[in-house]
């Protein structure tokens, strides 16, 4: 078995190619875009303006069988101002002397970053894909879903890490989102919210963009492992999903005449992305032809001071409406914290992000 940091641009292409190996056999796999992760891990992005990273692939009987980066953000800190590493971009066969092997090695660049803590699987921070799945491999995967065999979460326990938080999706039929949708609006008809929920106008994604990026800070500074961004960074991250959004797909929650919340629905467009197999000269083609059935309500988010219990449910609410009057038929509430739903529906797929002490 060997490690190899990676150091060139081949390196990164098998880096980046590799996880067509681990995946090979799974016909319901969401190949990311080769583009993307390149534009990360090269350099280009917003990200490596004040980000770092180091790369590791292993080699064992003279394959490649495992990868891993481990990453820092500077901005990410725990309570004391101690810095927090990462590893992310994690893919590994079934071999935990593999994967120990791929999580030392990123231990051992993060220790001399200076990294107190670490954090994983986490790929530069909250605003890029981290956390495992660790429940509900039996469903079928939604569009920017975290996805991975089932045996990553063991592979990261085995090497000492513990979880650090938790979330949660739903996978709900019109039957469901019809019951929830009915009791909420008879509780709003009692107590509706003192503001409004505004379709927000996606003509000019660069407006869009701006103004749900003003609210990233109040709305998401409590939220694990998120950090600021500046809209650069954002729009980066954010424009790929903006552009496939349904007119009224994202709303603003307006209060006294300012924004004070959003949130995000769009059609899971998981079959064409899957089609696109890794290349994103495609993306959106689809749009206009393809007719998916399931909607993802993908976040709902407000400043403290507007978190009333009316408020997010009138949030919550227009996210089952809307897909509702379009006639989805079936609705996944994506990656919510416990108890989003209270107990109107069951918790169907779990999400984990782990943590390791390195003092």
Same mark, same amino acid.
């Given at each position: 078995?060997?490690?190899?940091?990676?150091?060139?641009?081949?390196?990164?292409?098998?880096?980046?190619?590799?996880?067509?190996?681990?995946?090979?056999?799974?016909?319901?796999? =969401?190949?990311?875009?080769?583009?993307?992760?390149?534009?990360?891990?090269?350099?280009?992005?917003? #990200?490596?303006?004040? !980000?770092?990273?180091?790369?590791?692939?292993?080699?064992?009987?003279?394959?490649?069988?495992?990868?891993?980066?481990?990453?820092?953000?500077?901005?990410?800190?725990?309570?004391?101002?101690?810095?927090?590493?990462?590893?992310?971009?994690?893919?590994?066969?079934?071999?935990? /002397?593999?994967?120990?092997?791929?999580?030392?090695?990123? =231990?051992?660049?993060?220790?001399?970053?200076?990294?107190?803590?670490?954090?994983?699987?986490?790929? !530069?921070? &909250?605003?890029?894909?981290?956390?495992?799945?660790?429940?509900?491999?039996?469903?079928?995967?939604?569009?920017?879903?975290?996805?991975?065999?089932?045996?990553?979460?063991?592979? #990261?326990?085995?090497? /000492?890490?513990?979880?650090?938080?938790?979330? #949660?999706?739903?996978?709900?039929?019109?039957?469901?989102?019809?019951?929830?949708?009915?009791?909420?609006?008879? =509780?709003?008809?009692?107590?509706?919210?003192?503001?409004?929920?505004?379709?927000?106008?996606?003509?000019?994604?660069?407006?869009?963009?701006?103004?749900?990026?003003?609210?990233?800070?109040?709305?998401?500074?409590?939220?694990?492992?998120?950090?600021?961004?500046?809209?650069?960074?954002?729009?980066? !991250?954010?424009?790929? /999903?903006?552009?496939?959004?349904?007119?009224?797909?994202? &709303?603003?929650?307006?209060?006294?005449?300012?924004?004070? /919340?959003?949130?995000?629905?769009?059609?899971?467009?998981?079959?064409?992305?899957?089609?696109?197999?890794?290349?994103?000269?495609?993306?959106?083609?689809?749009?206009?032809?393809?007719?998916?059935?399931?909607?993802?309500?993908?976040?709902?988010?407000?400043?403290?001071?507007?978190?009333?219990?009316?408020?997010?449910?009138?949030?919550?609410?227009?996210?089952?409406?809307?897909?509702?009057?379009?006639?989805?038929?079936?609705?996944?509430?994506?990656?919510?914290?416990?108890?989003?739903? !209270?107990?109107?529906?069951?918790?169907?797929?779990?999400?984990?992000?782990?943590?390791?002490?390195?003092?």
């Amino acid at each position: 078995m060997k490690i190899l940091p990676v150091q060139d641009r081949d390196g990164l292409a098998e880096f980046i190619e590799f996880p067509w190996k681990v995946y090979a056999n799974d016909p319901s796999w =969401i190949p990311p875009l080769r583009e993307q992760v390149f534009f990360e891990l090269s350099g280009a992005s917003a #990200f490596s303006r004040y !980000g770092r990273h180091q790369l590791f692939l292993c080699e064992a009987d003279g394959q490649l069988a495992g990868r891993i980066a481990a990453l820092i953000n500077p901005k990410l800190v725990d309570g004391n101002g101690n810095l927090f590493g990462q590893l992310g971009y994690f893919e590994c066969i079934d071999d935990s /002397g593999i994967a120990a092997a791929l999580v030392e090695a990123g =231990i051992g660049w993060l220790r001399t970053q200076g990294a107190h803590q670490v954090l994983g699987p986490m790929n !530069g921070g &909250a605003h890029r894909l981290h956390r495992f799945m660790t429940r509900g491999f039996d469903r079928s995967p939604f569009l920017f879903e975290p996805r991975n065999p089932p045996y990553y979460p063991k592979l #990261f326990e085995k090497c /000492g890490f513990t979880p650090a938080h938790r979330w #949660f999706s739903y996978d709900m039929n019109r039957e469901g989102a019809a019951s929830v949708l009915n009791q909420y609006d008879r =509780i709003l008809t009692r107590r509706p919210p003192p503001g409004h929920l505004e379709p927000l106008s996606l003509e000019s994604p660069q407006e869009a963009t701006a103004r749900i990026h003003r609210l990233l800070d109040p709305c998401w500074s409590d939220h694990f492992g998120y950090t600021s961004l500046d809209l650069e960074e954002f729009a980066e !991250g954010f424009r790929g /999903g903006l552009s496939i959004v349904s007119p009224g797909g994202i &709303a603003i929650y307006v209060e006294n005449g300012r924004d004070a /919340g959003f949130l995000v629905v769009y059609p899971d467009y998981s079959a064409d992305v899957r089609a696109l197999a890794g290349h994103a000269a495609g993306w959106g083609k689809w749009l206009g032809q393809s007719h998916p059935k399931r909607a993802v309500l993908y976040t709902t988010a407000l400043i403290p001071e507007a978190r009333k219990s009316s408020v997010a449910m009138a949030s919550v609410a227009y996210c089952f409406r809307q897909p509702f009057a379009e006639g989805f038929e079936e609705f996944i509430p994506a990656i919510v914290v416990e108890g989003y739903l !209270g107990r109107m529906a069951e918790q169907t797929r779990e999400y984990t992000l782990y943590v390791r002490s390195l003092t």
